[in-house]
């Protein structure tokens, strides 16, 4: 007896959010799976046929004509099976329909099963394609609840992960806040290795994938939210080079521009300085400070360290390491609080850069060498 399936393809297709193509197939596979577990078949004795134009759901299996029935599930006698095939003889098989009624509770159990789990399956892969566009890109969020010092975020379609260690340190949520993230990783699987050092601290799991990690501390947080602030980065007049950061303290930024008509690090500012202002309020305050990068190391080595102002360098290519003077006054203002101006000119340049008061610098540059 054949069954109607039109309707309920639609709602759950509309349900899901996936193609009725894929609630049709799950249909199909579960009642195959039903079938093959209640009567004990093998996969090609059994034909489940889904007539679109008629919203017809048929089920046929393969019977044996035989004129002693010893398993009606596997065997059909001669009369009933020329019913159905006019060519039908002993010792030959038919194809005979299947009332569905017949499937028994723990069929119709396993059919359920099979057809969540490959409705699941689709649908997790339909999230995974759309949130996988939005990876290195900013989303907005609802702090839904907290685990283990991770904030689980509600994005609408999934819940991210905002894990400890990509929060900024002085900042706290509570349940229904707002909060903008980079969009970190996302991953088909359901775990995720939090690395420190190179070395796994610890893993994210969570029940099913995809998995998608958010940072509120990445240097591309900074950069995308520069890309929103300022409109000459979206056009391509103003490229931001490098990015380093303490979160929540301190970073430094990068610009450059082809074009000798705009000054980069004044667009950068804005007037006033008003988009970097916005910048660092979404930073929870972090001071940004905006350079203009170099292809000249020792001259980009020199802004980097801003607001310092050295005198005098001595550069070691070889070692990729710079031996830069300041004023002795300026020693603390270049080194920063708690070595905080040198450590993201170090990052932002990728050279290792001793900073000597000019009379050390002097001494060192005395010094006979081997």
């Known amino acids: 007896m054949p069954i109607k399936l039109r309707k309920v393809?639609?709602?759950v297709a509309k349900?899901?959010?996936?193609?009725?193509?894929?609630i049709e197939k799950a249909l199909k596979d579960g009642i195959f799976?039903?079938?093959?577990?209640?009567?004990?078949?093998?996969?090609?004795?059994?034909?489940v046929i889904y007539d679109k134009e008629k919203d017809e759901l048929k089920v046929f299996v393969k019977k044996k004509v035989t004129p002693f029935i010893e398993d009606e599930r596997k065997e059909v006698t001669l009369e009933e099976a020329k019913q159905h095939n006019p060519n039908a003889d002993y010792g030959k098989f038919v194809w005979m329909p299947?009332?569905?009624?017949?499937?028994?509770?723990?069929?119709?159990?396993?059919?359920?099963?099979?057809?969540?789990?490959?409705?699941?399956?689709?649908?997790?892969?339909?999230?995974?394609?759309?949130?996988?566009?939005?990876?290195?890109?900013i989303l907005t969020g609802t702090v839904r609840r907290f685990?283990?010092?991770?904030?689980?975020?509600?994005?609408?379609?999934?819940?991210?992960?905002?894990?400890?260690?990509?929060?900024?340190?002085?900042?706290?949520y509570k349940i229904g806040d707002r909060v903008r993230a980079l969009v970190l990783k996302v991953t088909k699987e359901n775990k995720y290795p939090v690395l420190e050092k190179g070395k796994v601290k610890r893993v994210i799991k969570t029940y099913e994938g995809p998995l998608v990690i958010l940072s509120r501390t990445h240097p591309n947080f900074l950069k995308r939210l520069?890309?929103?602030?300022?409109?000459?980065?979206?056009?391509?007049?103003?490229?931001?080079?490098?990015?380093?950061?303490?979160?929540?303290?301190?970073?430094?930024?990068?610009?450059?521009?082809?074009?000798?008509?705009?000054?980069?690090?004044g667009v950068v500012v804005?007037?006033?300085?008003?988009?970097?202002?916005?910048?660092?309020?979404?930073?929870?305050?972090?001071?940004i400070d905006v350079i203009e990068w170099s292809e000249d190391p020792a001259k980009f080595i020199i802004r980097a360290l801003s607001p310092a102002r050295p005198t005098k360098y001595r550069l070691l290519p070889k070692e990729k390491r710079i031996e830069i003077a300041v004023p002795k006054d300026e020693l603390s203002l270049a080194i920063g609080k708690n070595g905080i101006n040198a450590k993201l000119a170090h990052k932002l340049t990728g050279w290792h850069i001793d900073i000597l008061s000019e009379e050390d610098f002097e001494k060192i540059q005395k010094l006979p060498t081997k």
């Not at 799976?33 to 034909?47: G, M, S, W």
């Not at 804005?270 to 001071?287: D, H, T």
């Open 98 to 137: 299947l009332d569905l009624e017949d499937i028994g509770r723990i069929a119709l159990a396993v059919a359920k099963d099979v057809i969540a789990e490959k409705v699941s399956r689709v649908e997790r892969d339909i999230l995974y394609k759309e949130f996988k566009e939005y990876e290195g890109k």
């Open 15 to 22: 349900e899901k959010n996936v193609p009725e193509e894929v």
């Open 147 to 172: 685990e283990d010092g991770d904030i689980i975020v509600d994005l609408g379609r999934l819940e991210a992960i905002l894990p400890k260690e990509e929060q900024i340190p002085k900042e706290t």
């Open 9 to 11: 393809i639609e709602t």
């Open 226 to 265: 520069l890309w929103v602030e300022v409109p000459e980065i979206q056009e391509g007049e103003i490229e931001v080079k490098a990015v380093a950061r303490e979160p929540g303290e301190r970073a430094k930024v990068a610009v450059y521009t082809k074009d000798k008509n705009i000054d980069p690090v």
């Open 270 to 287: 804005g007037l006033k300085g008003s988009r970097i202002q916005n910048v660092s309020n979404e930073l929870s305050g972090e001071k």
């Open 33 to 47: 799976a039903a079938v093959k577990k209640e009567y004990k078949l093998k996969n090609d004795q059994i034909r």
